[in-house]
């Protein structure tokens, strides 16, 4: 069936970065945008950036410009969300969400299929 | 960018119809379509609504979404106790190239 499936759960100190997968199966990988979204504990999703992977092209939100690298690496379905210069409040379960886009009379943009997310703690 | 309001709590017992509403601006609800997210205890997010109004298949039609202008409601009809979660409307934003979250709702079924 259709799905993403992300690594495990990892500890970081402050100051490092961190590197989470996202492996695709049961559709074809370079047709979806893969958007990144992160949530803190007790807060609402946060959106990151997204990825086109079949041309690699990219767009990041704002406040993770320059910190935020989105990759692929299509030839093994898997999407890549690299956050460096973690901080504390960079502590978060990190989704990636498979991303339905047409236009009809309207523009559709939606996260059909979310992987079940990846807990990223930064501490010292 | 602004971020979507809702109300950080609704209630309501079995059968009831509960509505979450989704304040937004011109720049994301105002034009774009909303979308709306189901949230169990920890799961992810799951689609619940797309393109203001749409269920994606497997959603129950106790379900739906409508826009107008700025603002998106969601309704729940006939709520049951698995409906108890957290909701959030989101929304295409225009400048951040990106999708915003509302602030989320909190349903619980008493």
């Known amino acids: ?124 | 960018q602004s971020v979507p309001t809702q109300p950080p709590s609704a209630s309501g017992t079995p059968g009831q119809r509960v509505s979450i509403s989704c304040s937004g601006s011109s720049s994301n609800i105002g034009s774009n379509t909303v979308n709306w997210y189901q949230q169990l205890p920890g799961t992810a997010p799951k689609l619940l609504i797309y393109g203001n109004n749409q269920r994606p298949s497997g959603v129950p039609d106790r379900f739906s979404g409508s826009k107008s202008g700025t603002s998106a409601s969601l309704a729940i009809t006939g709520l049951q106790s698995e409906d108890e979660a957290d909701y959030y409307c989101a929304s295409w934003t225009v400048g951040l190239n990106g999708q915003v979250f509302g602030t989320g709702t909190k349903v619980t079924v008493l």
């Open chain 1, 1 to 124: 069936q259709v799905q993403l499936v992300q690594s495990g759960a990892e500890v970081r100190k402050p100051g490092a970065s961190v590197k989470v997968s996202c492996k695709a199966s049961g559709y074809s990988f370079t047709a979806y945008d893969i958007n990144w979204v992160r949530q803190a504990t007790g807060e609402g999703p946060e959106w990151l950036g997204w990825m086109n992977p079949n041309s690699g092209h990219t767009n990041y939100a704002e406040r993770f410009q320059g910190r935020l690298t989105l990759t692929r690496n299509a030839s093994i379905s898997t999407a890549y969300m690299e956050l460096s210069g973690l901080r504390s409040d960079d502590t978060a379960v990190y989704f990636c969400a498979r991303t339905v886009e047409k236009v009809t009379t309207v523009y559709y943009h939606y996260f059909d299929i979310w992987g079940k997310g990846t807990a990223v703690t930064v501490s010292s």
